[in-house]
């Protein structure tokens, strides 16, 4: 059963701008998504900004926006073919087992200096 869905836009811009000053980076995003953003060379901006609305996707999926958790708790990995998926950690871990969700679906994209990303959370 579908208990919610998020989106969420993101302009590349503003990433751009925010991943030349880092600190944005170290804050708001996990030691492997900093890894991923970083090696991602000229298309840093683009992904950083793909992983930060899908950041931003799952806590309207949840139905709760930003708690008091951190948003790097919300981790945005890539399997081996490249498919995005959520490793949740620490309050964000316990709020998705307290609403009994079970399974998490995501999907990012990318044009027209937008990032898009969509979440599906599920529970039985």
């Known amino acids: 059963m579908i208990?919610?869905?998020?989106?969420?836009l993101c302009e590349i811009s503003r990433m751009e701008k925010l991943l030349?000053?880092?600190?944005?980076?170290?804050?708001?995003?996990s030691p492997e998504e900093q890894a991923y953003i970083k090696?991602?060379?000229?298309?840093?901006a683009q992904s950083m900004a793909g992983v930060f609305?899908?950041?931003e996707a799952l806590t309207k999926?949840?139905?709760?926006?930003?708690?008091?958790?951190a948003l790097s708790d919300i981790c945005v990995l890539h399997d081996a073919n490249g498919a995005p998926y959520y490793d949740l950690r620490g309050a964000y871990a316990d709020l998705a087992r307290e609403k009994g969700i079970q399974s998490l679906f995501l999907s990012i994209s990318h044009e027209a200096g937008v990032a898009a990303?969509?979440?599906?959370a599920e529970r039985k």
């Open 53 to 55: 609305a899908a950041k």
């Open 39 to 44: 090696g991602k060379g000229n298309s840093a």
């Open 3 to 8: 208990a919610g869905v998020g989106m969420d």
């Open 20 to 29: 030349s000053e880092g600190k944005f980076l170290r804050r708001f995003f």
């Open 61 to 69: 999926a949840l139905g709760t926006g930003i708690v008091s958790g």
């Open 117 to 120: 990303a969509v979440c599906v």
